[in-house]
């Protein structure tokens, strides 16, 4: 029952303490969890980006009061990470969920849901015994969303893998809409 939240967005202005005047999160700052470290885990805990996507999906693209920039990160494993352990957790968020930017981790018997490329990174991570789950949108949209958003550098072996895992869908996410991936960078 344990919950983290935060609801940072990836083009509000950072609250951060040292952070310039105006300086805005941008994705990399938007985590509700960042991991720096090595051999950190984590278990039976929900980690969430409580960013109210979904409003503002619903809005006109020319509603001046429409928010640009909306990747809200619910964990994002950074630079320095490396060995990260995740079981029994759950991951929720909207746009770019799940951001493995770094090293090795594992994400075992684990939820995470999200709608755009809410599984991204150039991190080497494994998903075992999982669901992933798309998430509706504030409006539809085709395609829907991607699920992962890999940018596994050529030089890696692997990038993301997933085993025994099970992709989900919210009921008024449209049938054939969710493509699988697409690359986030030209690596």
């Given at each position: 029952?344990?919950?983290?939240?935060?609801?940072?967005?990836?083009?509000?202005?950072?609250?951060?303490?040292?952070?310039t005047?105006?300086?805005?999160?941008?994705?990399?700052?938007?985590?509700?969890?960042?991991?720096?470290?090595?051999?950190?885990?984590?278990?039976?805990?929900?980690?969430?980006?409580?960013?109210?996507?979904?409003?503002?999906?619903?809005?006109?693209?020319?509603?001046?009061?429409r928010?640009?920039?909306?990747?809200?990160?619910?964990?994002?494993?950074?630079?320095?990470?490396?060995?990260?352990?995740?079981?029994?957790?759950?991951?929720?968020?909207?746009?770019?969920?799940?951001?493995?930017?770094?090293?090795?981790?594992?994400?075992?018997?684990?939820?995470?849901?999200?709608?755009?490329?809410?599984?991204?990174?150039?991190?080497?991570a494994?998903?075992?015994?999982?669901?992933?789950?798309?998430?509706?949108?504030?409006?539809?949209?085709?395609?829907?969303?991607?699920?992962?958003?890999?940018?596994?550098?050529?030089?890696?072996?692997?990038?993301?893998?997933?085993?025994?895992?099970?992709?989900?869908?919210d009921?008024?996410?449209?049938?054939?809409?969710?493509?699988?991936?697409?690359?986030?960078?030209?690596?």
């Open positions: 029952s344990t919950r983290i939240f935060y609801n940072a967005y990836a083009g509000q202005q950072s609250t951060e303490a040292g952070a005047p105006g300086q805005i999160w941008g994705t990399t700052g938007s985590g509700t969890v960042i991991v720096r470290a090595t051999d950190v885990q984590l278990h039976n805990i929900t980690v969430e980006n409580s960013f109210d996507f979904l409003a503002n999906d619903k809005l006109d693209v020319n509603n001046p009061t928010i640009n920039n909306t990747q809200a990160v619910a964990l994002h494993l950074d630079r320095g990470s490396d060995r990260f352990i995740a079981n029994k957790i759950n991951l929720l968020g909207y746009q770019d969920t799940l951001f493995v930017n770094s090293g090795r981790s594992w994400f075992d018997n684990s939820f995470i849901a999200g709608n755009i490329d809410f599984i991204f990174g150039n991190g080497n494994v998903f075992t015994n999982s669901e992933i789950k798309t998430l509706a949108r504030g409006k539809l949209y085709f395609p829907h969303g991607y699920i992962v958003a890999p940018s596994t550098q050529i030089s890696q072996d692997y990038g993301l893998t997933f085993i025994k895992c099970r992709i989900t869908r009921a008024s996410v449209p049938d054939n809409s969710v493509p699988l991936g697409r690359p986030w960078h030209p690596t």
